[in-house]
């Protein structure tokens, strides 16, 4: 597609279920991050894939979150037993090459509710 | 201290006034990117700056490595330039983004 595309666009989820966010990126874009913006917060770095592999997961906040990318492509953030403080806006970002190699192209973001 | 450092926080302006947001970071970095983030809406990529001087339209961004300083103009401002405009260094060693605490602009027409 011509930009990043998140989806769902809004998931409402019972507290202890499991929940998976998928980013699919700018076609060719080997780097994609996820972010997560709480409530009135700023933006919180979650973990980040060069192609397929995940260089750095000390942002995701809890053993709970796991990400995965195959095929260098589509990316899933997957949250179980939600917990309340999971509810946020999950942003995905996709770029040419990590660094200064590319600029950053945003998703709309998918908003996750925990009751 | 943060290690990504914005001022101002709340800025509020008439239209047509030269605006500057500024962007101090710590870190060692392999670029610096100014986003833009509309009420209730998605983020957009501005600039994306290693070096320099870039300019689109009515907006520039400057940065200078030594001093680990960035700067945001934006000439001739209007109300739709309202936004929250976001400062944020890409680590160097790990390339995680850290980002600024936003500067919520105003335009007043």
């Known amino acids: 597609g011509a930009g990043v595309s998140q989806s769902p666009s809004n998931k409402v989820t019972e507290k202890g279920k499991d929940v998976e966010l998928r980013c699919d990126p700018i076609?060719?874009?080997?780097?994609l991050y996820w972010y997560r913006q709480s409530l009135g917060q700023g933006l919180e770095f979650l973990i980040y894939?060069?192609?397929?592999?995940?260089?750095?997961k000390s942002g995701l906040p809890s053993d709970r979150f796991s990400a995965e990318r195959t095929g260098g492509s589509v990316s899933t953030l997957t949250i179980q037993r939600t917990q309340q403080e999971d509810s946020a806006v999950y942003l995905c970002?996709?770029?040419?090459?990590?660094?200064?190699?590319?600029?950053?192209?945003f998703g709309e973001g998918s908003r996750l509710t925990v009751l | 201290k943060n290690e990504v450092e914005q001022s101002p926080q709340n800025l509020t302006a008439q239209e047509g006034e030269f605006i500057t947001i500024n962007c101090s970071y710590s870190v060692g970095i392999s670029a610096l990117h100014w986003l833009q983030q509309h009420p209730g809406g998605g983020i957009v990529s501005l600039f994306m700056l290693s070096s320099g001087k870039k300019k689109h339209g009515r907006l520039i961004a400057t940065i200078n490595i030594q001093e680990k300083h960035s700067s945001l103009h934006i000439t001739a401002s209007h109300p739709r330039d309202s936004a929250v405009y976001i400062c944020a260094a890409m680590r160097h060693s790990n390339y995680q983004l850290i980002w600024g605490a936003g500067t919520k602009l105003i335009i007043k027409p």
């Open positions: 894939f060069q192609g397929n592999s995940a260089p750095d």
């Open positions: 076609s060719g874009h080997t780097a």
């Open positions: 970002a996709s770029s040419q090459g990590v660094g200064n190699t590319g600029e950053l192209f």
